[in-house]
């Protein structure tokens, strides 16, 4: 049907026992949620260029703002707009509509709220982000821009 919004999550991490076991009371997985379980580190990449976005929600605890999200580095790299809540540095690289897009809370109807802000976004708009997203990544995350730093410090 046209009127048909259509989205499917792929989960990297996660197996379909898993997945189907806390969320689904051990019943069959609705066919737009894809647990591709355990993904071989090199081939991360490849799966983040696949999607349009990548969704990041941590508990806001002690862990998750003591260290930075390496699965959020690893979205910018692929160039992928991240849809997170706020935790650790985040607020310094997600910028709404400009790099993804910032979740106030856990809730299952703010993340509703989001994806239909994303229905109702302008091609251009995405295309935008993307820019912005690879452009972070190149100023703030690639390694080269640290080794003359890291090199004068060592000597």
Do not use: W
Request: hydrophobic letters at 35%.
């Amino acid at each position: 049907n046209k009127n048909e919004i259509n989205f499917k999550f792929n989960i990297i991490g996660v197996s379909y026992d898993k997945i189907s076991n806390q969320f689904f009371n051990g019943k069959k997985i609705p066919n737009y949620i894809c647990p591709l379980g355990r993904v071989p580190m090199e081939k991360v990449p490849e799966f983040y260029s696949q999607n349009s976005y990548s969704i990041l929600i941590r508990e806001n605890k002690r862990y998750a703002n003591a260290g930075f999200p390496t699965k959020f580095v690893e979205s910018f790299a692929s160039g992928v707009p991240v849809i997170a809540n706020l935790t650790s540095d985040l607020k310094l690289y997600l910028q709404e509509g400009k790099t993804g897009f910032i979740l106030k809370d856990n809730s299952t109807e703010e993340l509703i709220t989001c994806l239909l802000k994303i229905l109702d976004m302008h091609k251009c708009t995405y295309g935008d982000m993307v820019h912005n997203v690879h452009k972070i990544s190149e100023d703030c995350f690639d390694f080269h821009n640290f080794v003359k730093l890291l090199n004068d410090y060592l000597k």
